[in-house]
């Protein structure tokens, strides 16, 4: 089965304006969460979506916001873009329990801000 | 609050060898462990799990260890090859309350032929 779609895969944009990441998850799973990966903080957990309402939230300013459809796809988006936000953003899909391999990770957005 | 860290920054091991891959976790509370791999370019990708109420889980070629005493998580790759070149994280994530992985900080496997 097809996995975990990020799209676009690299992002250029310049601090002031705003992005939006999109994210695919595996059919049949209600679960996405994303993750932001930079090289000074690793990987830190943004916010989880199920069955589109917004299940947990990490330590991210609310610059950062996201929502889920009926379909489970997912966005994300951050406003007023800081130079600070340039990194790899990842979207994990989980059925929404803890089972084996349970988070699958897409490939991410490299999101580089200007 | 919740940590996971990471002993060794950069292991580098020669083809054929056995690696050793050593997680310390603070949170007493996580129930479930996962060993990811990431690949450059690429999201991490799972490579084994194991519960809290396991010491030991065995998949192809990997191992995971649990010492839940010390809270210290251990990754065996047997046989090293040069495609197991990559950086290996350790997770952690609690079964109940916030529904989070915790990141380690990562360790770059360096395979040499």
């Known amino acids: 089965k097809a996995g975990v779609t990020q799209t676009p895969r690299y992002l250029i944009k310049t601090r002031g304006q705003q992005v939006t990441l999109s994210c695919s998850p595996i059919?049949?799973?209600?679960?996405v969460s994303w993750y932001q990966q930079t090289p000074g903080q690793g990987l830190q957990f943004l916010f989880e979506?199920?069955?589109?309402?917004?299940?947990n939230k990490g330590n991210f300013p609310g610059r950062f916001s996201g929502r889920q459809f009926s379909n489970s796809r997912s966005e994300m988006n951050v406003s007023t873009l800081e130079l600070g936000d340039s990194a790899l953003y990842l979207c994990?899909?989980?059925?929404?329990?803890?089972?084996?391999?349970?988070?699958?990770f897409g490939s991410g957005t490299r999101l580089t801000v200007v | 609050g919740e940590s996971v860290g990471l002993h060794l920054p950069t292991l580098s091991v020669q083809e054929g060898d056995n690696s050793i891959i050593n997680c310390a976790y603070s949170?007493?509370?996580?129930?479930?462990f996962i060993w990811y791999k990431q690949e450059s370019g690429k999201g991490p990708q799972f490579i084994i799990d194991?519960?809290?109420?396991?010491d030991k889980r065995q998949g192809q070629r990997v191992t995971v260890l649990l010492n839940k005493t010390v809270k210290h998580l251990s990754l065996q790759i047997a046989a090293t090859q040069p495609g197991d070149s990559a950086v290996y994280f350790c997770?952690?994530?609690?079964?109940?309350?916030?529904?989070?992985?915790?990141f380690g900080s990562g360790t770059r496997l360096q395979v040499q032929p």
């Open positions: 979506y199920f069955s589109e309402t917004q299940r």
């Open positions: 997770a952690e994530i609690a079964d109940t309350g916030r529904r989070a992985l915790t």
């Open positions: 994990a899909s989980s059925t929404g329990s803890l089972a084996k391999g349970g988070y699958t």
């Open positions: 194991i519960r809290s109420n396991m």
């Open positions: 059919s049949g799973h209600r679960s």
């Open positions: 949170n007493s509370a996580s129930d479930y």
